[in-house]
Structures are given as C-alpha cells and as structure tokens.
T-cell receptor, first 115, second 114 residues
Framework: NAGVTQTPKFQVLKTGQSMTLQCAQD?????MYWYRQDPGMGLRLIYY???????DKGEVPNGYNVSRLNKREFSLRLESAAPSQTSVYFC??????????????FGSGTRLTVV | GNSVTQMEGPVTLSEEAFLTINCTYT??????LFWYVQYPGEGLQLLLK?????DKGSNKGFEATYRKETTSFHLEKGSVQVSDSAVYFC?????????????FGKGTKLSVIP
C-alpha cells in the first residue's frame, strides 16, 4: 500500500548508544517531518524538510540530526541516546501544490525506549 | 504565531452518546482546519478537513464546521461506538510562509464504554 513506512517499529537502546530511524514515502511528496509524541505533550516537531536538499529545525531538535537522503527518504539520527528521548516517533509527509494541501500522511511510528 | 487549543481529556462516554470535542485556533489569514484520529498503537489518520469559513467537513459520522467568527472547529458525532475510542487531534494549516506545515493541538483521548 502507498504511504509512509517507518523502521524499526520498536527499539530499546542503552544510554549513550546511537541509532538511525528510517522513513520512506512513495507518494512523491516534497515535504517530510519528524515528530515525537509523549503523554500529555501532544506532537512536537523535531525536524522537517520542506523539499529535497533542505532541512530545518523544529520545536525540539536538540539531541537529533536528520538527513534527507533523496525525495523519498528522511532519516532521524540519535547520536548519543538519553532516557529523555524515550518516546514514540512519527514520520510524516505532505505536498503543497499551488493552493492545494491535503494534510499529512503519517507512518505507524517507532516506539523507542532508552534505558 | 499559529496555535490550536483542544479541550483536555480524557473523555469517557457510553455507547450511543453524543460527542463534542472543542477546538479553537489562533492564526492570521485564512487557515485550513483538520481533525486527525489516532487509534491505539497506530499513527495519525486524517478524519476530516475544511478549507474555508462555514465549510463542514464530515467522515464516518463525524462532523466539524469551520466557524471563523468564533475561531472554532469543534468535532461532533451523534452516536459514538466503542470503535471510536481513540485520540483526536485538531490541526491547522496556516497561510503564507511555511503554509505546508500543520500546527497540532495536544490531542483529546476518547474512551467509549459499552
């Protein structure tokens, strides 16, 4: 099915370990996003990429880096994981064509626990 | 800047009860408004949207009307089912620079009991 695919679905890391969360979309969307979701905090934007070749910080970028590898793929890297990064991470994509905007398409999430 | 305020949950209703989840927004210009739903263990899915004042978005028995005079986009359903148990997010798409982005509310958890 068309959409946004995130890997892995679950991950447990030890404090200080690094990992990369992968995200790929097959809808030819220009824009991609990484959010984290924590209880009582809603969705918080970590980083986004308006188009291939560009990335920008969102609300909570500290401790993360991103790479827009090509139009399809947008990865999120934790260089040195901390317990405060325990969260559910969502990738999303969207397309703005002229004045037409259809909202975001979300992946199913990665549940990350840092111990 | 843009912001979205949702009623705090959790909301617990009996099956077949009437549902209202309040959402108000602050934005310049003429934003588009969205409701997303997140079922347990899943990502967010678009539920409905409205792109201009007085538009009514509807889907799966849910409705929301874009009220510019009250800057609101309240979600309603006449008779909820157990399967409607989920977290509901209100969101807006601003106009101007960055208009491809959505601003989300914090979400409202709905539990429907038989």
């Amino acid at each position: 099915n068309a959409g946004v695919t995130q890997t892995p679905k679950f991950q447990v890391l030890k404090t200080g370990q690094s990992m990369t969360l992968q995200c790929a979309q097959d809808m030819n969307h220009n824009s991609m996003y990484w959010y984290r979701q924590d209880p009582g905090m809603g969705l918080r934007l970590i980083y986004y990429s308006a188009s291939e070749g560009t990335t920008d910080k969102g609300e909570v970028p500290n401790g993360y880096n991103v790479s827009r590898l090509n139009k399809r793929e947008f990865s999120l890297r934790l260089e040195s994981a901390a317990p405060s990064q325990t969260s559910v991470y969502f990738c999303a994509s969207s397309e703005l064509s002229g004045t037409l905007f259809y909202g975001y398409t979300f992946g199913s999430g990665t549940r990350l626990t840092v111990v | 800047g843009n912001s979205v305020t949702q009623m705090e949950g959790p909301v617990t209703l009996s099956e077949e009860a009437f549902l209202t989840i309040n959402c108000t927004y602050t934005a310049t210009g003429y934003p588009s408004l969205f409701w997303y739903v997140q079922y347990p263990g899943e990502g967010l899915q678009l539920l409905l949207k409205a792109t201009k004042a007085d538009d009514k978005g509807s889907n799966k028995g849910f409705e929301a009307t874009y009220r510019k005079e009250t800057t609101s986009f309240h979600l309603e359903k006449g008779s909820v089912q157990v399967s409607d148990s989920a977290v509901y997010f209100c969101a807006l798409q601003g106009s101007g620079a960055g208009s491809y982005q959505l601003t989300f509310g914090k979400g409202t958890k709905l539990s429907v009991i038989p």
